[in-house]
């Protein structure tokens, strides 16, 4: 394989840049053309494509979302839209496609592949950690530490004022960037959909600790476990103490990537550009018990994430 493309799909995520940046400087090194695609699948439809050197990708390692610009694009499920997609690659003469994103950019990786013949490999690109084949995506241990950051901020303002803080992060129906940032800032609730929680019992639990002297809480809400105003009105109305409401929303997403995304993009560039050289399967890219892997685009949306019950369970003794 002599020519190949890449393009960032779905919602950005810290790391991307990098990531393409391994992208295209595998492929020079081995002698191959490689091409940039703008604005994911909406992009290619168009004909957004423009070829990369090395200069392409210079002091991008350490910015976050991607110059390749991101979009959405639900047509994609067409497969006159598809074809479309697939005749651009055609006249650019593109043989393999590496694309950076999650679930619903990996189904349109599978689309052309199965409906057009396409070499297709996939990079898990999303903060939320949300696909069962990996234990890490890029982009998620950056946006914890964001959130870890903003934690530790609103514990100094909550515990000045007495107050309860109810944090509202991103995850979508993965609870995972809740999980890892209320074990690392060590709140004392972590509200997942994974998990049920009992209302009544934290609002007493919020109730006793303030009559024992500890005046300020933290609670940290996974996006997908409920409506964090209802929640918010519910606790203070039960335990007579104010709750203050923050949603940190797209600060999650931006920002430099930090080491491990760094590593990782690297990583998981580099393995998608030898699986096109060396004219391999389409597949997802992964990471296992730090191995990196590859997976079939048919098992990659088998079975739900697994949720890490036990780190669940460290965090809660670990908050009384």
């Given at each position: 394989m002599e020519r190949i493309a890449v393009l960032t799909s779905g919602g950005d995520a810290p790391g991307m840049n990098a990531c393409i940046r391994a992208v295209v400087r595998t492929a020079l090194n081995n002698k191959m053309d490689i091409y940039g695609v703008e604005r994911g699948y909406a992009g290619l439809v168009k004909g957004e494509i423009t070829r990369l050197g090395t200069r392409s990708v210079s002091d991008m390692i350490h910015k976050g979302g991607t110059f390749l610009k991101t979009a959405r694009c639900p047509e994609f499920k067409d497969i006159k839209v598809q074809q479309q997609a697939a005749e651009a690659l055609s006249a650019f003469g593109i043989e393999g496609l590496v694309v950076i994103g999650g679930d619903g950019t990996f189904r349109g990786a599978k689309d052309?592949?199965?409906n057009f013949g396409i070499k297709v490999v996939g990079i898990p690109g999303t903060i939320?950690?949300?696909?069962?084949?990996?234990?890490?995506?890029?982009?998620f241990d950056t946006a914890v530490n964001t959130v870890l950051w903003a934690i530790n901020n609103?514990?100094?303002?909550?515990?000045?004022?007495?107050?309860?803080c109810l944090l509202e992060v991103m995850g979508r129906k993965c609870g995972d960037i809740?999980?890892?940032?209320?074990?690392?800032?060590?709140?004392?609730?972590?509200?997942?959909?994974?998990?049920?929680?009992?209302?009544?019992?934290i609002s007493s639990s919020i109730k006793k600790s303030y009559l024992r002297g500890k005046t300020s809480n933290m609670i940290i809400?996974?996006?997908?476990?409920?409506?964090?105003?209802?929640?918010?009105?519910?606790?203070?109305?039960?335990?007579?103490?104010?709750?203050?409401v923050t949603n940190f929303g797209y600060i999650q997403r931006g920002?430099?990537?930090?080491?491990?995304?760094?590593?990782?993009?690297?990583r998981f560039g580099y393995h998608a550009v030898e699986m096109l050289r060396n004219d391999g399967d389409s597949c997802a890219i992964g990471i296992r018990h730090n191995n990196v892997i590859t997976v079939p685009f048919s098992e990659v949306a088998n079975g739900d994430k697994k949720f890490d019950k036990r780190l669940y369970d460290i965090a809660h003794i670990l908050s009384l």
């Open positions: 052309l592949s199965d939320d950690n949300d696909l069962s084949y990996t234990d890490y995506t890029v982009g609103l514990r100094d303002t909550m515990h000045s004022h007495d107050r309860v809740a999980l890892y940032a209320g074990a690392a800032g060590g709140a004392e609730y972590v509200l997942v959909p994974e998990i049920p929680f009992d209302l009544d019992e809400l996974a996006e997908g476990a409920g409506n964090r105003d209802e929640i918010a009105a519910y606790i203070k109305e039960k335990s007579g103490i104010n709750v203050k920002g430099s990537p930090n080491m491990a995304d760094r590593i990782l993009a690297a």
